[in-house]
C-alpha cells in the first residue's frame, strides 16, 4: 500500500513537472507571435518644412491606413496586433520634395524584440534619415533617403 501511494505521488509530480514545462514553452513561443498588441507611430522630424509637408502612405497586406500629409512634428499612429502567423507586416512609403523611401514600419520578425516590453515601435523622420526608438528618447538610425 505504501509503495503504490509512493508511486502515485511521483507520478502526480512528474506529470506536474512536464505540464509546468509545456506551459513555460507555450508562453515563451506566443510571446514574439501571439497576439499582442503594438503601437507604431511615425513622427515629422523635419527642422523646417511648413511649406513642404512629408507625404506618408502605410498599408498591410490586410489592411491600408491610407495616406497622410505631415507637417513638422505631425505624427501618424496605429496600432497593430500581431497573430500566430507572425502578422502583420506594415510598409510605409515616405515621399518628401523629389525624395521617396519604402520601409518596413513594422515588421514582426524584427520588431517584436526591439520594441521593447511596452511594445512601442517609433520612427523619426528627418532629412538625415529613418531613425527607430522604443522609448522615444534615445533614438537609432536605422536608413538614409536614397
Request: glycine share 4%.
Amino acid at each position: 500500500m505504501k509503495i503504490l501511494k509512493q508511486n502515485q505521488l511521483r507520478s502526480l509530480i512528474i506529470s506536474t513537472i512536464v505540464s509546468v514545462a509545456v506551459l513555460i514553452i507555450f508562453v515563451s513561443f506566443s510571446g514574439p507571435v501571439g497576439l499582442l498588441e503594438y503601437d507604431i507611430r511615425i513622427i515629422n522630424g523635419f527642422s523646417d518644412n511648413s511649406s513642404l509637408p512629408l507625404v506618408i502612405w502605410c498599408a498591410s497586406e490586410q489592411s491600408d491606413l491610407g495616406g497622410r500629409a505631415l507637417q513638422e512634428r505631425d505624427d501618424f499612429s496605429w496600432r497593430v496586433r500581431t497573430d500566430m502567423w507572425g502578422n502583420p507586416h506594415f510598409v510605409c512609403t515616405m515621399k518628401w520634395d523629389r525624395k521617396r523611401k519604402k520601409f518596413d514600419a513594422f515588421k514582426v520578425s524584427r520588431d517584436v524584440r526591439r520594441c521593447s516590453l511596452l511594445r512601442k515601435c517609433s520612427w523619426l523622420v528627418t532629412e538625415n534619415g529613418f531613425f527607430f526608438s522604443d522609448d522615444e528618447i534615445n533614438w537609432k538610425k536605422d536608413f538614409s533617403w536614397p
